[in-house]
């Protein structure tokens, strides 16, 4: 046997019993329990940057259906939507000229773009329930 050869199928044993010794690593693997919870509450530090606590009950409500008058489709996936909102309001708190450009990019994707005109629409809606001046 070549030398080249029996150099490869040892490298090719060896990737095998890493992989072996990965997979069953993380077969074991537990959860962890020290991941912080999302509770929508906002930490200290977030607060500062202008993120507001995730809306509930009737003030939830009231920011859905202000971002659902924009474009219905923002509001399908609700923790996604409030959480692009909190994220906006930090925008808010520090605007710059392309504020409105930014909510249209947060709020949007590939399958469902926003115009910067949307974007002001949001911005609008944002003031005026989950993050007023």
Excluded: H
Excluded at 36 to 42: H, M, N, Q
Excluded at 59 to 76: C, F, G, N, Q, S
Excluded at 96 to 124: C, H, V, Y
Aim: proline share 7%.
């Amino acid at each position: 046997m070549k030398p080249a050869a029996v150099l490869l199928a040892a490298v090719t044993v060896l990737a095998l019993a890493a992989c072996s010794v990965e997979q069953k690593d993380v077969n074991k693997a537990e959860p962890s329990s020290s991941a912080p919870a999302d509770t929508g509450k906002s930490s200290t530090a977030e607060k500062a940057a202008g993120i507001p606590d995730a809306p509930t009950g009737a003030d939830r409500a009231a920011y859905l259906a202000a971002i659902k008058k924009v474009d219905p489709r923002i509001v399908e996936d609700e923790e996604r939507a409030i959480d692009a909102g909190r994220n906006q309001c930090s925008s808010l708190a520090n605007p710059s000229d392309k504020i409105d450009w930014a909510a249209a990019q947060r709020f949007g994707n590939d399958m469902r773009p926003l115009t910067d005109a949307q974007g002001k629409q949001l911005n609008e809606a944002l003031r005026a329930t989950l993050c007023p001046k």
